[in-house]
């Protein structure tokens, strides 16, 4: 069976975003240098990945970044670098309640060799600014929680594990 698109102006708003080129290994090597001695803390001794470093790129360029990563593609460390690169001053970063404790155990690893925000878990009113709040989805959606992101007020939300 056949499925056919029809013209709709979603499509043609879809159809007319920018496309770029794939980077050449010139231009990834450049960026993962010039990014990892960017957000590298002085005894880091990770270095960025180049879709890492593209991601970053486009989420500076542009404002904002889908990352289709696959397992061990870095999206932890991504949406942990997010704040710094995009100068956020107050991030909520959802994950699925089943990885709360992982990704606080990744975070506290990550922050040896990353200069990433402190963190913060859960909602408890206004977040510092200077923060990541560690928030899941599954609580985001309870009724007492309906004003926690007006409370919050964060400049950048990061939902990770979003297709689950």
């Keep these: 069976m056949t499925m056919e698109v029809f013209r709709s102006d979603e499509l043609d708003r879809i159809a007319a975003l920018p496309r770029r080129p794939p980077w050449t290994k010139e231009e990834s090597d450049e960026a993962i240098e010039l990014l990892t001695q960017h ?29 289709g990563l696959g397992a061990g593609g870095g999206k932890t460390h991504l949406s942990l670098l997010l704040p710094t690169i995009m100068a956020a001053e ?8 089943r990885l709360l404790e992982k990704t606080e ?17 859960g ?5 510092p600014k200077g923060t990541i709040t560690l928030f899941n989805y599954e609580k985001v959606s309870l009724e007492k929680y309906a004003s926690c992101l007006d409370e919050m007020e964060p400049d950048l939300m990061v939902p990770d594990e979003a297709h689950c």
């Design 39 to 67: 957000l590298r803390t002085p005894n880091g001794a990770q270095r960025l990945k180049g879709t890492q470093a593209q991601a970053l790129t486009e989420a500076s360029d542009f404002g904002r970044m889908v990352a």
């Design 90 to 97: 107050r991030t909520i970063l959802f994950v699925p309640a």
């Design 105 to 121: 155990k990744a975070y506290r690893e990550i922050a040896k060799h990353w200069r990433v925000p402190d963190l913060r878990v």
């Design 123 to 127: 909602f408890s009113g206004a977040a």
